[in-house]
């Protein structure tokens, strides 16, 4: 599992550098619940995502050649008043190479309540691997964002939507990439969104929302 003092530290430095830092202070005091009291960490099995879930996944692990099998994750710490949750999973180490960041995976209107605890941990959420192409089975409210493989600038690439408006693993074509993913408790679902919206859409939705109770973050490294 990733040390939570270096999560928790890189969770600051973008908050600090980006200004969404606020929401992340909003918490509830003397509450006692199973998901704690917040802020919300996000931690992982691994500092390095796995071939599984990346660059070197398997062919069956593969739709025209992109990693399409979504990582597992843990949720702590969690605000008791969250009710929602929404991710953003992006590459701004792509932004040299492509002159944009990379947008890999995004999701909104999770109901938390349909989420399984993680047994060795009572505080923890646990969102298991495959999670991208098994959620709209399990819990269809939930929502899912194009990738930036669904850009009309690039050309030639996949037109499948389990491409385009799933998850999308790392493949950094210079060196290792620091991949950031963001996470985001609402006490409420966000509006306006449908199946396949655009990150931005996403981010606006959140900045006109007054329910964001809780957020947190992780870098996970992709290798080349």
């Not at 704690?36 to 995502?49: E, N, P, Y």
């Not at 495959?130 to 819990?139: E, G, L, P």
């Not at 030639?156 to 985001?184: C, I, Q």
Request: with cysteine.
């Amino acid at each position: 599992m990733m040390h939570r003092d270096r999560a928790d530290a890189c969770f600051r430095g973008i908050m600090r550098a980006t200004g969404r830092h606020r929401a992340a202070d909003s918490r509830l005091r003397g509450v006692t619940r199973m998901r704690d009291t917040g802020a919300m960490k996000i931690s992982a099995d691994f500092t390095v995502i796995p071939d599984a879930f990346a660059k070197a996944a398997p062919p069956e692990n593969r739709i025209d050649g992109t990693p399409i099998v979504s990582f597992p994750f843990y949720i702590d710490e969690l605000d008791p008043s969250v009710q929602y949750l929404h991710w953003e999973f992006v590459d701004p180490d792509s932004i040299p190479v492509c002159g944009f960041q990379w947008n890999h995976w995004s999701l909104a209107n999770l109901p938390v309540d349909a989420l399984m605890y993680d047994f060795n941990d009572s505080h923890a959420l646990a969102i298991p691997a495959d999670f991208s192409r098994t959620v709209s089975a399990m819990i269809p409210e939930t929502l899912q964002g194009r990738t930036s493989a669904a850009s009309p600038l690039l050309q030639g690439r996949s037109a499948d939507p389990a491409v385009t408006m799933r998850y999308n693993g790392p493949y950094p074509p210079d060196k290792d990439h620091e991949y950031f993913l963001h996470v985001w408790g609402t006490t409420a679902p966000l509006a306006g969104l449908n199946q396949g919206f655009w990150l931005n859409e996403l981010e606006h939705a959140l900045r006109d929302s007054r329910s964001i109770a809780d957020q947190g973050g992780i870098f996970l490294t992709g290798k080349a």
